[in-house]
């Protein structure tokens, strides 16, 4: 596959997230949002469990790395509630902000100031007096998602280093864990139903397993921090899903709202790639989809950082001795 595909796989990939998270917000209706979010956490843990059968933590730190990775992992998932008051396109570009700001917050430079402020102004703008005000409940409902997300990026990369898919499948079963009983209380024996497990099963598909491959394949091809700008357009892929599958249409000054946010977003993975190369990437490289990490088999937001490469060293061949003058 040429180079000049890549760019479609990650719009694919996230078309794919927001698509999928759509047609969650579709079963509303007979589940509720703890259900959708007990039901998607429930079946990927049942498979990441079946595929990596994990070793329970030995130590305990590893044992409190896997109780907060999966605690970040459920928090992320409030997004599903979050859907009951606002939008697709408001939610993701909401929940956007927390990896912003994480990357935000870990810089040192002053023109991020005005990153963190257009970032800000698409808050406002989401909740700007006279305009369509956003329910309350909503907004802080994906704001958590968002800090949820941030905590997922500090952890990931310290989980991806311990025994690869294992920790995310103990993380994933603990969010679980957390989460389904406040699904089964909602729902009940209709979390069953197979209508219910069908769409279930398409969420999962559409949402986790199919926008990792296309970014998996897309990471092969471009660099992380060219993803991570393209990603900034995450927003937009949701206002795009939200409005054709939910036919949520959002206000002129909702959509000036979600380019801020990803102007935000891509300014701060470009203003990282200019860093010097003493400098160390910002947590958010590359900003996952809010709806991947509960089935990615690889936490890491991109692929590890090869060692420097040392200069080649050359074997130098063994001195010889000089034949004397009657050797022959």
């Known amino acids: 596959m040429r180079e000049s595909t890549a760019p479609a796989l990650v719009l694919g990939s996230m078309l794919s997230v927001h698509f999928g998270l759509a047609v ?16 998607r956490l429930g079946l990927a843990a049942v498979v990441l469990l079946l595929v990596h059968r994990p070793a329970l933590p030995r130590t305990r730190a590893d044992l409190l790395l896997v109780l907060g990775f999966g605690t970040a992992i459920a928090g992320m998932n409030l997004v599903y509630p979050a859907l009951w008051y606002l939008p697709l396109g408001t939610v993701s570009a909401l929940q956007l902000l927390g990896p912003v700001t994480l990357a935000l ?36 409902l994906a704001l958590a998602s968002g800090v949820s997300m941030a905590c997922y990026l500090l952890l990931s990369r310290r ?79 949701a206002g795009i899903a939200g409005t054709t599958v939910l036919a949520e249409h959002l206000a002129p000054a909702q959509w000036l709202a979600l380019g801020c946010v990803g102007t935000a977003c891509a300014g701060t993975v470009l203003r990282g790639r200019r860093a010097g190369p003493g400098t160390a990437p910002g947590p958010a490289v590359a900003i996952p989809g809010p709806a991947r990490p509960a089935a990615t088999p ?8 090869a060692p420097p490469p040392g200069p080649a060293v050359t074997p130098q061949p063994t001195p010889q001795p000089e034949p004397g003058p009657g050797g022959g």
């Open 159 to 237: 989980a991806g280093t311990r025994g690869g898919g294992a920790p995310l499948a103990l993380a994933v079963t603990w969010a679980a864990v957390l989460t389904v009983p406040f699904g089964v209380a909602e729902s009940g024996s209709a979390l069953l139903d197979t209508r219910v497990l069908l769409t279930g099963a398409l969420v999962a598909v559409l949402a986790t397993a199919l926008p990792y491959s296309l970014e998996l394949a897309a990471l092969r091809r471009l660099p992380p921090r060219t993803v991570g700008v393209l990603q900034s357009l995450e927003p937009v892929c």
């Open 24 to 39: 969650g917000k579709q079963l509303f209706d007979v589940v509720g949002p703890l259900g959708v979010m007990a039901l």
């Open 105 to 140: 917050l870990a810089s040192r430079r002053t023109g991020d100031l005005l990153l963190a402020s257009l970032a800000g102004l698409g808050v406002w703008l989401f909740h700007a007096p006279g305009g369509v005000r956003a329910p309350l409940p909503g907004v802080v």
């Open 298 to 305: 690889d936490p890491i937001p991109g692929p590890p950082s």
